[in-house]
């Protein structure tokens, strides 16, 4: 047999294309009628279901060798799988720190799709929205000319890729060619006991390990004692380590805390170490004229670490990655084999290529959903969204001081309110705070989550979502009485 007749037309395999455009184009119209109505009615409906066993098995069976078609599998989808999502859009969603979406987000995600471009390299107008949206986010947080970044799938890896430039920076021997060597063991960071657990995880991934990372007590108000830090410091230094890196928190987990950046900014200046900022959410409160002061400092970071998708609520998922010295994050993650030559023109131009300031080559075009969000809101929208979820925090705290079988714990200054059932003397309150939550949780009345606080565990609600309304919080708290009286009853 011939090549030309083993490729014969009739031989080969039909394109993925639909073979009718218009019937592709009324069933997508459909589509986008039925998400529309998804988030529309989706307050109306239990804030959190689990998939039942038997839906969950259907979705192991064998993917078929001829397929079921696209209306089929979209009746699948709806049925099967839209029904039990995590939650976040509702506005009684508020566990852990999750953003709620807008239906904006519908619009960029089909045109992210539609265009399908790899924002890894090469020279494209998805380079140049991520371009512009980080440029966007230089400008929010006054870092200068020469700061460099990527967009991420989230926080996480935005540290890896500011702690692979700060070891860039500060390592005094050849990394790519001996890796940590034996100086990598006395390196040391300096974070809060309540920083997110993202840094140690990068440490480990970077290779320093779980020694590394020194956590420094917190006061009343979860910040980063100074005095503690200091001492920390001058006790390594003493003992021979090198202290490196210095991590700030920009809103922490548990309760919302904001570290003082200037403070911390100044420390770094002094022992000459390295100033990471965690802003996972609350880096974005530089969007607000009324609540910024709580984040000054964060413009003499060395990296700043920030998440899209929490409270500005870009589609999952989008985190973002700055670096104040650009050619560091270059130098720790650019190369470039023969193959991915820039060419001085062409598509192939364009350079330097985001793929030199991470590790990934592939990546989504992630920067049209910021950018659609930007555009379609502007930012005075988007500062009023989250100095609202500010102003109803505050409500909710005042609802539970207002209960005497609820006590607050911890502070409550910013989105986040963390309180407890006040226990019975032979009650186990750890045991009745998990009670209570899962049963919120099943019934689909609310979606808190919990932590541990002043030696208990704890009922936590962060108020992210841009939907949730000073009802859904007494809702909310009339639920946690419910059903505390039932499980007691």
Known sequence: MTFATECAPALLPASLDPLDWEDFRSRLHTVADELLDHLRTRPLEPVWRRMPSEVARDLLSPVTRDGLGAERAWEILK????????????????????????????????????????????????VQVERAVLAWARELFGFPRGTSGVLTSGTSM????????????????DLDEDGLGPEGARFRV?????????????????????????????????RIRLDALERAVAQDRAAGLRPWVLVGNAGTVDVGAVDDLEALADRADRDGLWFHVDGAFGALLRLSPALRSRVEGIERADSLAFDFHKWLHVTYDCGCVLVRDGRQQRRAFRSRPGYLEAQPGGLGGGDPWFCDYGPELSRGF????????????GTDALAAAIEGSVARAAHLASRVDREPLLERVGPSELNIVCFRVRPLPDEDPDALTWSVVEELQRRGIAAPST????????????????RTTEEDLDHTVDGVLQVLTELRG
């Open 366 to 377: 992630r920067a049209l959903r910021v950018w659609f969000l930007l555009v379609e809101h």
């Open 158 to 173: 935005a540290t890896v890729i500011a702690l692979a430039a700060a070891r860039q920076a500060y390592a005094d021997w």
């Open 79 to 126: 049925d099967r799988i839209l029904p039990y999502d995590v939650g976040n859009v509702h506005p009684r969603f508020m566990g852990w720190v999750h953003g709620a979406g807008t239906p904006g987000g519908l619009v960029a995600a089909m045109a992210e799709a539609a265009m399908n471009a790899n924002v890894g390299g090469r020279d494209s107008g998805a």
């Open 451 to 466: 932590t541990h606080l002043g030696g208990h565990r704890v009922i936590r609600c962060c108020i992210l979502n841009h």
């Open 190 to 222: 300096y974070a809060s006991e309540a920083t997110h657990g993202c840094v140690a995880k990068a440490l480990r991934l970077l290779g320093f390990g779980n020694r590394a990372l020194r956590p420094i007590a917190v006061d009343e108000r979860g």
